[in-house]
Structure formats: structure tokens, C-alpha cells
């Protein structure tokens, strides 16, 4: 398989002395941005993957009817914090 060419990039000249102070032992300019690249690219396709199965998780509960209704959660919440209050006051934490 042939290789293709990014194109290049203007960076500041302090970007640019920034980068080259963080490289690795051995690693190039170019080894670096094909790395950088490479994870990003790898961190899009999971969130993107990771917003799809989220929808679709969302969708399914709609679909069958389950899931608890925000308000609920957040009372239960607020008094679990009202009791660890209470607890805190009292002196037992």
C-alpha cells in the first residue's frame, strides 16, 4: 500500500520549541504528529461510538417504557444528602 502525506502545518515558533522539548528518545517531528493524529482520530471514532450506543440506549428505554423518571432520582438523591447532612451535624462523620 502506498503512503499518503499530510499536509503540512503552521505552528508559532514557541509551539514549535515546545514540541521538539517534549519529544522522545529517538522520535521525530513526524513520528510525533502521525502518533498525535493516529489518537486522535482513535478518540472520535470511540466517543462518536460511545454517543451511538448512548442514543440507542436511550431510544430502547423510551421504546419499552422503563428507566425512573428524573424527579425521582434527584429526590432520592437529595435525601441521601439531606441524611449525610443530618449524620455530619450530629457529629458522625
Given amino acids: 500500500m502506498k503512503t499518503a502525506t499530510l499536509p503540512p502545518i503552521r505552528v508559532t ?3 514549535r520549541l515546545e514540541l521538539e ?5 529517538g522520535e521525530s517531528l513526524s513520528q510525533f504528529v502521525e502518533h498525535a493524529v ?8 470511540t466517543q462518536a461510538e460511545f ?7 436511550i431510544e430502547a428505554t423510551r ?6 423518571p428524573a424527579e425521582q432520582v434527584i429526590a432520592t438523591l437529595e435525601a441521601k444528602l439531606a441524611a ?9 462523620g
Fill in 51 to 57: 454517543i451511538r450506543r448512548g442514543i440507542a440506549a
Fill in 13 to 15: 515558533p514557541d509551539l
Fill in 84 to 92: 449525610a447532612r443530618h449524620t455530619k451535624s450530629q457529629g458522625g
Fill in 38 to 45: 493516529r489518537a486522535t482520530v482513535t478518540k472520535r471514532k
Fill in 21 to 25: 522539548g517534549v519529544l522522545e528518545q
Fill in 63 to 68: 421504546r419499552d417504557g422503563g428507566g425512573i
